[in-house]
């Protein structure tokens, strides 16, 4: 099946600075690419859709400031978290979708920890 | 809007044993997908199985299948022989499909955690 990775795994900041997670489709073109962020023991929540050369499209209550997301190529999308606090501490998870028929396959995760 | 309900947080089965996760959705639309994701420990979201819902014929993949009642809005999925390697949260999908020919965001439940015991 195709395959998703993000880099890095996990990443431990300090609060302030910013961090940078890519989400790379390996073997095949996406054309929309998800941003979803998960809390321990609950369901994903989507945080941003993003289309190929289009400003993302964020869910009601996501900063669009704090979480820049760029998916600059049909392999590529970045989740940038700008100014870091505790509070951003989670796991993200990238999922990118191909064309028809639209399945959609998820990366391995980042566990970001802001100290 | 579409909401998806996995009212079991946790359940528990005994190796070789069959196990069956409710999943029930509320949606107005005709033409969507249904599907049942896997997350092991390694959180690595790994689908399970897909259903169709123009299709009446209920999907299956190996030891997995679904049980698909369209009028009721249900959708659950029965694991057989489970395995250890079974033991995993367990997230019901819902992502409706358009005239236009393109698929919306997918819309997660809760998520059922299984235990599978020697």
């Known amino acids: 099946g195709a395959v998703v990775s993000q880099h890095p795994s996990w990443v431990i900041c300090k609060s302030g600075t910013s961090v940078k997670i890519e989400c790379r489709s390996l073997d095949f073109q996406a054309t929309t690419m998800f941003w979803y962020r998960q809390f321990p023991k609950q369901s994903l929540m989507l945080m941003a859709t993003?289309?190929?050369?289009?400003?993302?499209?964020?869910e009601q209550g996501v900063e669009k400031d704090k979480f820049l997301i760029n998916h600059a190529s049909l392999t590529l999308s970045t989740l940038t978290v700008t100014s870091a606090h505790p509070e951003d501490s989670s796991f993200y998870i990238c999922s990118a979708r191909d064309r028809i028929p639209y399945e959609q396959y998820f990366g391995p995760g980042t566990r970001l920890t802001v100290t | 809007a579409q909401t998806v309900t996995q009212s079991q947080p946790e359940m528990s089965v005994q190796e070789a044993e069959t196990v069956t996760l409710s999943c029930t959705y509320d949606?107005?639309?005709?033409?969507?997908?249904l599907f049942w994701y896997k997350q092991p420990p390694s959180r690595q979201m790994i689908l399970v199985i897909r259903q169709e819902a123009y299709k009446q014929q209920n999907a299956t993949e190996n030891r997995f299948s679904v049980n698909f009642q369209k009028a009721a809005k249900s959708f659950s999925l029965k694991i057989s022989d489970s395995q250890l390697g079974d033991a995993a949260m367990y997230f019901c999908a819902y992502r409706r499909w358009f005239a236009t020919g393109t698929a919306s965001k997918l819309t997660f439940g809760t998520g059922t955690r299984l235990q599978v015991t020697l």
């Open positions: 949606t107005s639309e005709s033409d969507y997908y």
């Open positions: 993003s289309n190929e050369g289009s400003k993302a499209t964020y």
